[in-house]
């Protein structure tokens, strides 16, 4: 059932979409620098992300599954948050408070998905090993951000953070990280910029989308 509720939630965030329009707030950034892969013709990009809040866990207490949970959990209703927010897209399932039918809470503030979900941040500091993470929407400030009733999920700021992504389709599989990290790699070298933290994803999509519709990407670090 657990197993099940995640599929579910992770269709909604595509947006119940096969064609990856996800239909969601994405974390802005300020676009520093572009450029196309001649080979691939994929993406690459140098960003600034002035201020985003996250809200994360670690992936290696349970897996992805319940990392995801423990998220999705959050943002529909498992925190301390008074104020009720419409909701535009999924979220998850808690313990101890009243639950609705499909085991999602109806406590706390709902609150609107936000693209991308990250994984391996090196940017959440106060989470050991590898950490999903939520961007909160850009109306929320880390003073206004609800604190987690799970105290296995944290919220943290991240200021003038600047990356190097590099953006492509289908599936996140270890070939298809493999290779795009490389060419990322490979493309920066021939910059100005130096590598300060190791490469991690970014998803977009849900499992319902098809494939050569999802967005997905590998940014790394950088100063």
Same mark, same amino acid.
């Given at each position: 059932?657990?197993? $099940?509720?995640?599929? &579910? +939630? ?7 979409? @096969?064609?990856?329009? #996800?239909? !969601? ?45 423990? $998220?999705?959990?959050? &943002? +529909? ?7 009720? @927010?419409?909701?535009? #897209?999924? !979220? ?50 880390? +003073? ?13 700021? !991240? ?65």
């Amino acid at each position: 059932m657990k197993k $099940l509720l995640t599929v &579910i +939630a992770m269709a909604f965030l595509a947006g119940c979409s @096969i064609v990856g329009e #996800a239909g !969601v707030e994405s974390a802005p950034y300020d676009l520093i620098k572009t450029d196309i892969d001649s080979k691939t013709e994929t993406q690459l990009e140098i960003r600034e992300y002035k201020s985003m809040v996250l809200v994360s866990t670690s992936m290696d207490d349970g897996g992805r599954n319940s990392a995801f949970r423990r $998220l999705f959990n959050y &943002i +529909a209703g498992d925190n301390k948050g008074q104020k009720e @927010i419409a909701m535009t #897209a999924p !979220v998850y399932m808690g313990n101890d408070a009243s639950e609705n039918a499909s085991g999602i809470k109806e406590q706390g503030t709902k609150i609107a998905m936000t693209a991308p979900v990250f994984m391996n941040n090196d940017a959440v500091k106060n989470l050991q090993g590898n950490a999903m993470s939520f961007v909160m929407p850009a109306d929320f400030t880390y +003073a206004t951000t609800p604190t987690p009733n799970n105290s296995k999920v944290i919220v943290s700021e !991240v200021k003038n953070y600047k990356v190097a992504a590099i953006t492509f389709s289908w599936t996140l599989s270890d070939s298809n990280v493999e290779k795009h990290t490389k060419i990322l790699l490979d493309w920066l070298k021939k910059t100005d910029y130096t590598v300060v933290g190791k490469p991690y994803t970014a998803a977009y999509n849900g499992p319902m989308t098809l494939p050569m519709y999802r967005k997905n990407e590998i940014l790394v670090p950088i100063k």
